[in-house]
C-alpha cells in the first residue's frame, strides 16, 4: 500500500481530480451534448452522451466543423457563426433551436456555447453543451395547440349552426313555399308557369344539397382524422383528374385549362383531399372567368414544400374581399349563394383541407385583371410536427 505522499492524486489531504476523471463524469451525463471545438471551429472532443444524442460516434465527428449539427435553414441564417460570435463578445451564448442528427431527424434543443480558456489564461477553443428538450418542447406545442383547436372547435360550431339556422333552413322554406303553391294551383296554372316554377325548385334543391355537401365534407375533415391518410404522390395525375371533370364546365365559356408542373414533381398529402382543394380553386376559378379566359396551374419548389399557383384572367377582387375570403362569415356565405359564386363555403373547406396536410393558403388579386391563388403542400413527410404556438424560450436552469 502506498503512502499519501506517493500518490499523485493526493496533496495535503486534498484530492486533485485528473483530466480522465472529469472525462468520466462528462461521458455518465447521457442526457446531455458535450463537445468541444478548436479555434478553427472542429470539433475535438465528443462525449457519450453526444453519440446518443446525435448519432455520430467519436471518430466520425472528430476534426468535422461546427456547423454538422445545425439545419440547413440555420445555416443560411449564420447561426454557427452568430454563436461564437456573442460568446466571444459576452462570455457565453445560449439558445432553443431545432438541430440535425446523423439520421437527418430533428431535435429541439436548449444549447450553450462559452469559450474554453487555459490555465495560463490563452483562448484555445470552445465548449458547446446541448440537453434534448423534444418532448418538453411537443408537449408544450401540444397543449397550445389544443387549446387553440378547442377554440376553433367552439367557433366551427358556431358557424354550422349559423349556417344550417340561415343558410339552409331560409331557401328550404322557399322550396317547401313553392311546392305548396304548385300542389294547390297545379290544376290552373299554364304549362309555362309550371315549367319556370319546377326549374326554380330543382336549382334551388341542387343548390342545398351542395351547401350541404361542403358541410358534411367541412365537419368530416376537421374531426374524423382517422380517415386522414397522406402519402406520396404525384400532383400532376390529379391537376389532370379535376381538369377532366371541369373540362365541360369550362369549355361552356370557352375558358382554356392547362398545367405547366413537371410530370415527376410529388407532394406528401392525403389524395382525396387533394382532389377537393383543387377541384374548389379551379372550379371558383372557372366562375369567375369570362368567355376566352384562361386558368393555368404551375408549382415551384421552395425549400422543403411545393407551392402551387392557380391563376385566371378573371373579375379579380377586391383587397375588402381577399382580407376576407378565408374566414367567411354568415352574411357573406349568403351573399356569394344569393349571386351564385359559391366560394365562401369551399375555400373555407379548402383552407381546412391544407391546414390538415401541413399546407397553407393565400391570393393574390387586381380588380379586372384577374386571380392568384396560391397554395402550398409538403414534398416528404415532415420529420417532425412544429404546432402553431408562439416560439417557446426555456430555462437556463432546465
Known amino acids: 500500500m502506498k503512502n499519501k505522499q506517493d500518490n499523485p492524486k493526493i496533496l ?23 463537445f468541444t471545438l478548436d479555434k478553427e471551429f472542429k470539433i475535438n472532443s465528443w462525449s457519450a452522451g453526444s453519440t446518443k444524442i446525435f448519432g455520430y460516434e467519436v471518430d466520425e465527428v472528430i476534426g468535422e466543423p461546427f456547423d454538422l449539427i445545425f439545419t440547413d435553414e440555420d445555416l443560411k441564417k449564420g447561426i454557427p457563426k452568430r454563436e461564437i460570435q456573442t460568446a466571444l463578445k459576452e462570455g457565453r451564448a445560449t439558445d432553443n433551436r431545432w438541430h440535425i442528427a446523423k439520421d437527418k431527424s430533428l431535435f429541439y434543443a436548449f444549447g450553450l456555447v462559452f469559450p474554453l480558456i487555459s490555465l495560463d489564461g490563452v483562448m484555445i477553443g470552445y465548449v458547446k453543451i446541448l440537453q434534448d428538450l423534444t418532448y418538453r418542447k411537443q408537449s408544450e406545442d401540444s397543449i397550445k395547440k389544443y387549446v387553440k383547436e378547442l377554440e376553433d372547435l367552439n367557433t366551427h360550431k358556431e358557424s354550422v349552426m349559423a349556417i344550417l339556422s340561415h343558410d339552409l333552413r331560409s331557401p328550404l322554406s322557399s322550396i317547401i313555399g313553392t311546392a305548396k303553391y304548385l300542389k294547390e294551383n297545379f ?212
Open 12 to 34: 495535503k489531504n486534498k484530492y486533485l481530480p485528473t483530466a480522465e476523471f472529469y472525462s468520466q463524469i462528462i461521458d455518465s451525463l447521457q442526457d446531455y451534448s458535450i
Open 187 to 398: 290544376h290552373k296554372m299554364k304549362a309555362d308557369s309550371v315549367q319556370e316554377m319546377l326549374d326554380l325548385l330543382y336549382k334551388s334543391s341542387t343548390d342545398e344539397l351542395e351547401m350541404l355537401d361542403y358541410l358534411v365534407e367541412w365537419a368530416r375533415i376537421k374531426y374524423a382524422s382517422d380517415i386522414f391518410s397522406p402519402t406520396k404522390i404525384k400532383l400532376t395525375e390529379y391537376i389532370n383528374k379535376v381538369f377532366e371533370t371541369l373540362n365541360e364546365a369550362a369549355s361552356i365559356n370557352t375558358i382554356n385549362l392547362h398545367h405547366e408542373i413537371e410530370e415527376n414533381t410529388s407532394v406528401f398529402a392525403d389524395g382525396k383531399m387533394l382532389i377537393s382543394i383543387i377541384q374548389n380553386i379551379v372550379s371558383n376559378a372557372i366562375k369567375h372567368t369570362g368567355k376566352g379566359g384562361a386558368i393555368t396551374v404551375s408549382a415551384k419548389c421552395k425549400d422543403d414544400k411545393i407551392i402551387v399557383q392557380v391563376k385566371d384572367t378573371g373579375i379579380g377582387m377586391s383587397k375588402e374581399i381577399m382580407e376576407k375570403i378565408f374566414t367567411p362569415q354568415l352574411k357573406a356565405l349568403s351573399e356569394t349563394r344569393k349571386k351564385d359564386k359559391g366560394a365562401g363555403i369551399g375555400l373555407l373547406l379548402v383552407k381546412g383541407f391544407l391546414e390538415k396536410n401541413g399546407g397553407e393558403i393565400w391570393v393574390e388579386s387586381i380588380e379586372g385583371e384577374g386571380s392568384s391563388f396560391y397554395f402550398t403542400l409538403p414534398i416528404e413527410k415532415p420529420l417532425h410536427k412544429i404546432g402553431s404556438s408562439d416560439e417557446i424560450m426555456f430555462d437556463e436552469s432546465v
